[in-house]
């Protein structure tokens, strides 16, 4: 069955060598750097984990927003966003589109590049992240980037990143905490109240909520509680069947898109193996193309 990685990442050359001469010391910074497959186009379509798989590309979270000023961290954005353009054009049998990349730093800049995203038939949304300079996402500064992809109909991606007030951060638990609290502050502030069509994609199954669904329901009124079931989520939790009939029973099955957080996981290409044999002990049926095409293909019309 043909398949489509919702939630896959990619590190542009041309791009990853602009951040180094602003920031050399992104490398130890950035363990996940190491892989060949991130940075590497090449040995990426040589390790190509699936023949039945094309994948969407979003940036690995080097920002430019964190290393430089806001004008300048669109310009880079632009010229990136660009960059996987062609990447996505020039490999259609691999990739499905990409989803380009933002610059929080620089609002009206940001509203900017989703109206460019808008008409590029290669993009297909914008990725955003838990917080943004030290702030969540759901803070009022960032409400407009928001309401512009809403406007736009463009889906934005939501990744995790460390709070960096925090001492302990770690890439077991630290990432599903951080999506589940930018999940409840972004229902706190109405904000799908506010833009009905907004349509947001949270990374690696919905994080904590599908568990902790009974404390969302007693604790917080109707209203937030059934706001926290129109996220979208991807099935990139490494395998885990079982999670993910959580995650099918709480979001529905019309929520849940093919992803799998290639390359990362599982080296050297990702974990796709791992993430399909979760999917096949689901015995879905005639639901399972939902998964892997259908689900994807309606969220970005």
């Known amino acids: 069955m043909k398949k489509i ?19 050399p010391n992104i490398p130890k910074q950035y363990s996940f750097i190491k892989i060949p497959t991130l940075v590497d186009l090449n040995k990426r379509l040589e390790l190509w984990p699936d023949q039945n798989v094309k994948q969407v590309l979003s940036f690995a979270n080097i920002n430019a927003e964190d290393y430089v000023d806001g004008e300048q961290a669109v ?8 960059e996987l353009t062609k990447v996505v054009a020039d490999h259609p049998d691999k990739f499905v589109a990409g989803v380009g990349m ?16 808008a008409q590029n038939e290669n993009l297909v949304g914008a990725q955003i992240f838990t917080r943004h300079l030290g702030k969540s996402i ?9 309401a512009k992809a809403a406007e736009l109909n463009l889906p934005l991606w939501l ?15 630290s990432w599903e905490y951080e999506l589940s609290q930018a999940m409840l502050q972004l229902v706190q502030a109405n904000i799908f109240e506010k833009y009905p069509n907004l349509k947001i994609i949270v990374h690696h199954a919905g994080a904590m909520a599908p568990f902790f669904a009974g404390r969302i329901d007693h604790i917080l009124n109707e209203k937030q509680a059934n706001d926290f079931k129109k996220f979208y989520v991807d099935t990139a939790i490494l395998g885990n069947t079982s999670a993910l009939k959580l995650a099918i029973s709480y979001y529905g099955i019309d929520h849940i898109l093919f992803g799998t957080d290639a390359p990362f996981g599982v080296m050297p290409a990702g974990a796709t193996k791992e993430v399909v044999n979760a999917i096949a002990g689901l015995n879905l049926n005639d639901d399972l193309n939902k998964i892997y095409q259908v689900n994807y293909q309606k969220l970005v019309k």
């Open 159 to 173: 990744h995790p990143v460390f709070d960096k007030r925090k001492p302990d951060n770690n890439l077991v638990f």
């Open 138 to 146: 759901a803070d009022p500064n960032f409400e407009p980037v928001l």
């Open 5 to 23: 990685d919702a939630f896959a990442h990619i590190l542009t050359p041309n791009y990853y060598q602009r951040m180094l001469e602003i920031a």
């Open 75 to 82: 310009k880079l954005c632009e010229d990136a966003n660009s």
């Open 102 to 117: 933002l610059a929080m730093n620089n609002i009206a800049g940001s509203c900017g590049l989703l109206a460019k995203i």
